[in-house]
């Protein structure tokens, strides 16, 4: 038996996000589907990464177990070829009988895109995050800067998380502009429920001239949810790359 | 009576092109539609730029004429409403009632993006055309340089075009590259019907090696369709903008 790793790359505007659920059309479910009918064993693959709802990913990553003598490396070709056009297999290769993408250290990259101009773009419209009002990119960027580094992030978390601890380490928060396109690309060592787009969703506060940037440190400090801004759109997100420490 | 002018975007990937047609959805019969409705009057538009089943829009142009009270200005917001997600009228301003968008001097920006990776990517399925053979981008540059200035690009253009002349300038062509993602920016007084796509797949077969950049020369000289590379897909190439000279 093996342990065989996936990078999975999705489209998830038409998924129930990633955990297979009845009666819902998830990328794990799909996933399962495609591996138990392409390796004639029941798989239940397991995922780094529980995406929301319309989340999408360049690199989420999932494991299974299989006595199939196909080789590793191939079963991204096969198993592509068994998957809908918006969910494709990027890389396949044998791993560790230990390897838990859940369990073991990892550095996770989320990036969040935020259309900042006068009227939505069509092509754009399932990727990101469309805000007419003018931002003060300037702001949000200080806004930011409170943000990286250990802290309890209580007030980024969804109130429906359940969580022994919301101490989290942001390595980086690091800003792309392509003309009306805004990209945050944000790192760290595991992120909380919604966190990211609890953050995105009060920096644009910051940006619209809601609060100041220093007043981010007082919504850290309040570990109260209701302190800190909205949720930003699931569509705007998507999880870029987890680098396991070996 | 008034002329009206709309820059408009649109996703091109559920409708058969700009041009209406009976029983087929397209971006010209949506809009007339939707402006009929809004203003009360029968309205045709008349479009700069008739894309083809496939292609995006950033900026084409449509103009009408109109005896509404509404102004010019106001009819983006109001039309947007009565438009779906994937067309979106960028700004609305009325023009003199000479301007004609087909038979003025225009300078029009063409944008197509290829993506050259091992496997596609979901995100950009619908907006890009995906090529794993490595590209030698170096030559596909190379490449490009002839084609620049004023040519007969007869070898460049569907058999099924019917115009009078074949000569067209091309003022520059410009490259852009994110990663895996190359963008090659064509602007240009005109296009041939299938002029950029079948530039594209052209200088596709010159990144795969299939012919020496030198070789684009002789494709011009030869005027025969023939000669050239095959057409690459409509999904990959974006109107970016129109210029019209005043």
Redo the contacts between chains.
């Keep these: 038996m093996k342990r065989v790793k996936l990078i999975v ?3 998830g505007t038409n998924y129930c996000g990633w955990q297979q659920q009845p009666n819902a059309i998830t990328v794990e479910g799909i996933l399962n589907e495609a591996l138990t009918s392409l390796l004639k064993e029941e798989i239940r693959v397991i995922g780094a990464s529980r995406t929301d709802s319309g989340v ?1 990913a ?1 690199g989420n990553v999932a494991v299974f177990d299989t006595c199939s003598p196909i080789p590793a490396e191939k079963i ?1 070709y096969a198993l ?1 070829q068994r998957l809908p ?7 396949s290769e044998e791993t560790s009988l230990e390897f838990h993408p859940r369990r073991c250290n990892c550095v996770k990259t989320y990036e969040y895109k935020i259309l900042n101009s ?6 754009h ?1 399932l ?1 990101s995050y469309f805000v007419y009002k003018k931002l003060d990119l300037e702001k949000m960027k200080l806004a930011a800067t409170f943000l990286v580094g250990e802290h309890d992030f209580k007030s980024f978390c969804s109130i429906h998380a359940q969580v022994e601890s919301t101490v989290r380490t942001i390595y980086s928060i690091e800003w792309k502009q392509d003309k009306d396109l805004i990209h945050i690309i944000i790192c760290g060592n595991g992120f909380l429920y919604n966190m990211v787009r609890i953050i995105t969703g009060t920096l644009v506060q910051v940006g619209m001239g809601f609060y100041q940037p220093e007043h981010v440190r007082e919504i850290l400090e309040l570990k109260d949810r209701k302190a800190a801004g909205p949720t930003a759109p699931a569509k705007g997100l ?1 999880l870029n790359e987890i680098r396991y420490e070996v």
């Design positions: 790359a999705y489209d999408h360049k991204s592509n056009e918006d969910i494709v297999i990027q890389k006068d009227f939505p773009s069509p092509t419209r990727y998507q």
